[in-house]
Nanobody, 116 residues
C-alpha cells in the first residue's frame, strides 16, 4: 500500500502563488504515475495535473501555463507549483497515485482558497 500526505494549501490572493507537496511512503515501487486532483463544492473531482514515471505530464486546459507538476524521486514527493492563481482555482486538492494492478491511493486533501 502507498500512503500520501499533502501539505502547502492555504489562502492566497488572486494572482498569487502556492506550492502543494505530496509525500509518498510505503510500496513506492508500485507507483505508475502520480497526480493532483481538485474538487470544488458542488462539483465533480477533476484531474489537474499528472506525471508518469517516464516524465510525461498532462494538465487540464484551465491550468496550462500556470501550474507545473514535478517529482523528486529521492524524496518521493510530487509538487504542484501554482502561479497566477484565480478564484476559480479554489478547491480541495488531492494527491493521487496510480499503482500497479489497477489500484489507486489518495491523500487526505488540502484546501486552497483564492480570494478575489
Amino acid at each position: 500500500q502507498v500512503q500520501l500526505v499533502e501539505s502547502g494549501g492555504g489562502l492566497v490572493q488572486a494572482g498569487g502563488s502556492l506550492t502543494l507537496s505530496c509525500a509518498a511512503s510505503g510500496s513506492i515501487f508500485s507507483i505508475n504515475s502520480m497526480g493532483w486532483y481538485r474538487q470544488a463544492p458542488g462539483k465533480q473531482r477533476e484531474l489537474v495535473a499528472s506525471l508518469s514515471t517516464g516524465g510525461n505530464t498532462n494538465y487540464v486546459d484551465s491550468v496550462k501555463g500556470r501550474f507545473t507538476i514535478s517529482r523528486d524521486n529521492v524524496k518521493n514527493t510530487v509538487d504542484l507549483q501554482m502561479n497566477s492563481l484565480k478564484p476559480e482555482d479554489t478547491a480541495t486538492y488531492y494527491c493521487n497515485a496510480a499503482l500497479t494492478r489497477g489500484r489507486t491511493s489518495w491523500g487526505q486533501g488540502t484546501q486552497v482558497t483564492v480570494s478575489s
